[in-house]
């Protein structure tokens, strides 16, 4: 096993999160008790270093939403966030020009700590379709970093369409998210989450490519965290060779329900360990402040 020693001052070569920063099963043993709803991101951002925003894809936050979450972190945070659905599925990136300015103005509060834009496309988004994904990422702000999400199986299949997809990222220098779903369909549980999440999650292939320096890898989990660490760990040679070529992945942990994601998440630091050299996960504001109020 290496030495997964690093100086408290030096971050990990990664960057680790989940796919949201509250859910009510986490209040007792994450958050810790009376935790208030405004007050869960802050504690979040002491554990995780970023977190897969997907609330921007369903709905616009208030303005006083954003600049709540500007108040709730530092700059040590990073974001990354979904495009509207408005624009990436009903419009398909067609005449979108004024939804996309108006959105980045909204966010404005955090661009500098928004390391991602995501471009999620549904899976009716063919390469047919592509030349207007290319002239909708030169039309967005200049210097915004971009990461593209694909669903149509032709960009899964090797051949030609799937080449110019990634021929078009490289040369751009935008991120391609990469779907890992194969552990909650290989699960046999039949328990709500995960009999909702094989019915709404993408089943595409996982291809490991990194077209720019943060491919994100989504790793759809399952309930139990021996599985996920098994299917976890082709990713480890990757991830290594990756962060020693100065790539910066990002490793956004779900599980079916995700309650207990928090959980695999520090199971998967761990595992991590074993192939470089990263800080483990900082104890759960639960853990740290349950001894304070024993004191009293």
């Given at each position: 096993m290496r030495d997964s020693s690093l100086s408290q001052s030096t971050p990990n070569p990664f960057k680790l999160g989940l796919t949201?920063?509250?859910?009510?099963k986490w209040q007792s043993d994450f958050f810790g008790p009376g935790t208030p709803p405004q007050q869960r991101l802050e504690k979040y951002a002491r554990v995780f270093d970023t977190v897969e925003g997907n609330t921007t894809f369903y709905a616009l936050p208030t303005t006083n939403t954003v600049a709540q979450w500007?108040?709730?972190?530092?700059?040590d945070?990073?974001?990354?966030?979904?495009?509207?659905?408005?624009?990436?599925?009903?419009?398909?990136?067609r005449q979108s020009q004024s939804l996309l300015r108006d959105f980045f103005t909204l966010m404005a509060?955090?661009?500098?700590?928004t390391i991602q834009w995501c471009i999620q496309l549904p899976a009716s988004f063919s390469p047919q379709q592509l030349p207007i994904l290319e002239?909708?990422?030169?039309?967005?702000?200049?210097?915004?970093?971009?990461?593209?999400?694909?669903?149509?199986?032709?960009?899964?299949?090797?051949?030609?369409?799937?080449?110019?997809?990634?021929?078009f990222l490289i040369a751009h220098q935008i991120d391609r998210v990469i779907m890992d779903s194969r552990p909650v369909f290989a699960s046999q549980d039949r328990d709500p989450g995960t009999l909702d999440a094989q019915q709404k999650k993408p089943r595409v292939p996982?291809?490991?490519?990194a077209t720019a320096k943060r491919p994100m890898i989504r790793f759809i989990g399952q309930q139990s965290v021996e599985q996920n660490l098994a299917f976890f760990s082709p990713?480890?040679?990757?991830?290594?060779?990756?962060?020693?070529?100065?790539?910066?992945?990002?490793?956004?942990?779900?599980t079916p329900d995700n309650q207990q994601a928090p959980w695999h998440a520090k199971a998967i630091v761990q595992q991590l360990a074993s192939v470089m050299s990263c800080h483990p996960l900082p104890e759960f504001p639960a853990q740290v402040e349950r001894p304070q109020l024993n004191m009293f």
């Open positions: 949201q920063w509250s859910h009510p500007a108040r709730a972190t530092n700059d945070f990073s974001f990354t966030f979904k495009l509207p659905k408005t624009i990436t599925h009903q419009q398909q990136l509060p955090l661009h500098s700590r002239k909708f990422c030169q039309q967005c702000p200049q210097g915004f970093p971009l990461a593209v999400e694909v669903r149509h199986p032709a960009f899964f299949a090797k051949g030609e369409d799937e080449k110019r997809l990634n021929q996982v291809h490991a490519i990713w480890l040679k990757t991830l290594q060779q990756w962060t020693q070529q100065g790539i910066e992945p990002l490793i956004m942990i779900h």
